[in-house]
């Protein structure tokens, strides 16, 4: 019964895709994944916004699409012309489905931006020919569809480090979560329920910065250990502003855009190279 529910569930969830006119999938997402964006032109409604694909697909179905896109920002491969679309935006029309297009990329490599970035803008693109004027006259529209926008729901990760939710202010509560029984580090494995600290780093840029104490006084900080939840996994929980508010550590003028982190444990610090995290903060304008 369980997995005949499951199967319903997720033909509903692909039901509900494929009456969309955007969409991208996996959906929820995680920071890191390789999505897919599949445009439904069916789905999408001629003069609307001086568009008219729909009815040129009917009529040309053979007719490469592109994808026109702009934010989180535009791709970094480019777009081209209008009149004259990139090469690299064509997208792919998909077998046995009569005007659905997909294109296949990472969305950080893809727009040029942290992930941050990406699921607080989500995606906004609309699907043309190569040519946005091609057939001028011929149909009430440019060969275009409406402007269409997409949100992003994020994915709980399964990383070594989760940090939720994964869009914050830095007056936010933030939640860090480490799975020590990812850690590749062979000093760090296996660590005590009461062994997890975890050195912070704020950062205005990479040349000014501030750590919220040095490495090697980490583990002596009630503050910085984080709690033990089972399964090897250790979270902490705090509101950044607030924990280096408190510490006294920034100037007054000090802009917090970036937290730094990393896992450490008593009588253990990195001598190089310490692999660092970073989360980054949405403004708060």
């Not at 896109?69 to 090469?87: E, I, R, T, Y």
């Not at 609309?126 to 994020?154: Q, S, V």
């Not at 936010?172 to 590749?184: G, H, L, W």
């Not at 250790?234 to 924990?243: A, E, G, Q, V």
Request: hydrophobic share 40%; charged share 20%.
């Amino acid at each position: 019964m369980k997995k005949i529910f499951s199967t319903l569930i997720a033909l509903a969830t692909c039901a509900i895709a494929f009456s969309q006119a955007a969409y991208i999938q996996p959906s929820p997402t995680g920071k890191n994944d390789t999505i897919t964006l599949y445009i439904n032109i069916a789905q999408t409604t001629d003069g609307t916004m001086n568009n008219a694909l729909n009815a040129m697909l009917t009529d040309h179905p053979n007719d490469t699409v592109y994808l026109w896109a702009w934010q989180p920002a535009a791709p970094v491969a480019g777009l081209g012309d209008w009149s004259n679309s990139s090469s690299a935006m064509a997208m792919t029309k998909v077998e046995g489905a009569e005007k659905l297009y997909s294109m296949r990329f990472k969305p950080t490599s893809f727009f040029g931006v942290d992930a941050t970035t990406f699921f607080t803008n989500g995606i906004s693109c609309l699907a043309k020919l190569r040519n946005g004027n091609a057939y001028a006259g011929e149909y009430n529209g440019e060969a275009k569809t409406e402007d269409l926008n997409i949100n992003i729901i994020p994915k709980l990760c399964d990383e070594l480090y989760c940090v939720f939710p994964e869009i914050a202010k830095t007056n936010d509560y933030v939640s860090i979560t480490y799975d020590n029984t990812q850690e590749t580090t062979p000093e760090l494995q296996n660590l005590g329920e009461d062994e997890c600290y975890i050195f912070l780093r704020a950062e205005q840029t990479v040349f000014v910065a501030y750590n919220y104490t040095d490495p090697a006084l980490v583990p002596t900080l009630p503050e910085l250990k984080m709690k033990y939840i089972g399964d090897g996994k250790f979270r902490i929980t705090f509101i950044p502003s607030d924990l280096f508010g408190e510490s006294g550590v920034l100037p007054a003028d000090f802009v917090f855009n970036k937290l730094k982190y990393y896992v450490l444990k008593p009588g253990f610090t990195y001598t190089t190279g310490a692999p660092t995290q970073s989360f980054s903060f949405i403004s708060c304008d």
